[in-house]
């Protein structure tokens, strides 16, 4: 497949600034390129006398001609942030003010340039996937991980897992597991973890997250290492022992080898579920960032077109507004309540399941009793006491106490120990 004069162009600056991410692309990655087609016309003619360029519908002074029933609904809004695209990068102003909120975190986002807008965090791992993952890699992570990484990395990309058991025997992170992992991983090797874990909500300690990092760094030294960070459920946590920090902030500037990758955005953090926009960062130099930056705007350009311009401009609102960082916390309280609930209904003895140890996010991850199978308590659990969860594998349940309030959760575990009592 030829590769475009402009891809060729920006494969040849990477190169300039950053070989090792450069040689990391994938083939998709290195043929990426943002073209100077519609949206990048229109945008050198934002501003013209009469600006004749992109397809949307306006007045001829650049304001949308809304139906009266969406503009009735949208009436608080300019409609210039209800009605029209955004910019294919994400507007401008949303970048920057989650930059500004990932700063405030840690001031090791300085370092970092402006992440790219996708539709929500699961297309940020996709894009930041298809930029370096191909066809036969392997990606690294433990073995809980959330399911819809089969779906990008091994359906989508057809790519393989090798895994490592999450925990080591103290109930903390399986940092050994980690290492040998990615010892054994020859050449160019992915690695994706996630916290807090969906589906066993476990945050690291401040010290497991930097021993895991120089793990990282310490596989980076002679091979690329590329590290997805997904951060979805970032600031959920709620044993004060766990992190709140990212770990792709550990990763920053430690190792040229390294190319960490930060996914994350408002689904969770904002509770902006159906908002559907999330960030990729790319944790390199950021002139390198900013051609990165520009090949997944060919992919959003060939995927999604754009991202969804109201939902950036609300998230905007709400990072800016003074109320949010309480806002955040009474949502974390309310989870904090429900946590607190079912930790002391898991600590009571039971004979049919032990619980991963878990600390922060929105669920908790059960390991059934030989002869119990998940699927068929889950099933009976639904058909006999009317209570959801979910099933993973042969023999894990998760429980997302996320989703159901503070009283509910004595009566899911009564249900669950009458069901498997019964089976
Ligand atoms: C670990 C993890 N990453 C990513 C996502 C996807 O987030 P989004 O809905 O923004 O695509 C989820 C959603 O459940 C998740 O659990």
Request: aromatic share 8%; proline share 6%.
């Amino acid at each position: 497949m030829p590769i475009h004069p402009e891809a060729q162009e920006r494969n040849e600056r990477l190169r300039g600034h950053n070989p090792v991410v450069a040689e990391a692309l994938s083939a998709l990655g290195r043929r990426s390129f943002f073209p100077k087609g519609i949206p990048y016309q229109a945008g050198q003619a934002k501003g013209t006398r009469i600006n004749a360029t992109i397809g949307q519908i306006t007045d001829g002074a650049g304001n949308p001609l809304p139906l009266a029933p969406l503009a009735e609904k949208l009436s608080h809004l300019n409609p210039k942030d209800a009605f029209l695209y955004s910019p294919i990068q994400g507007r401008d102003s949303a970048r920057k003010a989650w930059h500004q909120k990932l700063l405030k975190e840690d001031a090791r986002m300085a370092q970092v340039g402006l992440g790219v807008v996708s539709a929500g965090i699961c297309h940020a791992l996709t894009m930041g996937a298809e930029l370096f993952f191909e066809q036969g890699d392997t990606l690294v992570l433990p073995d809980l991980y959330w399911d819809n990484y089969e779906q990008i990395f091994q359906v989508r990309l057809e790519g393989d897992f090798r895994t490592f058991p999450f925990y080591n025997a103290q109930g903390g992170f399986n940092l050994e597991g980690l290492r040998q992992v990615l010892a054994a991983a020859k050449g160019k090797v992915h690695l994706l973890l996630n916290f807090p874990s969906n589906p066993n909500g476990y945050s690291p300690t401040p010290t497991e997250m930097k021993a895991i990092a120089d793990v990282i760094v310490e596989a980076a030294q002679s091979r690329t290492v590329i590290a997805f960070c997904d951060d979805a459920y970032h600031g959920l946590v709620f044993d004060p022992k766990a992190t709140t920090k990212s770990l792709f902030f550990e990763l920053i500037g430690r190792s040229p080898n390294l190319i960490p990758l930060k996914c994350d955005g408002v689904t969770k953090e904002l509770s902006f579920f159906g908002g559907r926009v999330g960030f990729l960062t790319f944790g390199v130099d950021p002139e390198s960032a900013a051609i990165l930056v520009d090949k997944c705007m060919g992919l959003i350009r060939s995927g999604i077109g754009s991202p969804v311009a109201l939902s950036q401009y609300l998230m905007e609102v709400e990072l800016a507004d003074p109320r949010h960082e309480a806002e955040f916390e009474k949502m974390r309280q309310v989870l904090q309540a429900r946590y607190d609930v079912l930790r002391a209904a898991l600590d009571r003895p039971t004979r049919h399941w032990t619980v991963f140890p878990f600390n922060a996010g929105c669920f908790c991850l059960l390991k059934l009793r030989d002869g119990l199978h998940a699927d068929d308590v889950r099933q009976k659990l639904i058909a006999d006491e009317s209570v959801g969860v979910v099933s993973q594998g042969d023999q894990y349940l998760r429980l997302a106490f996320c989703s159901i309030e503070a009283a509910s959760v004595e009566p899911l575990v009564a249900s669950l120990e009458k069901v498997c009592e019964g089976m």
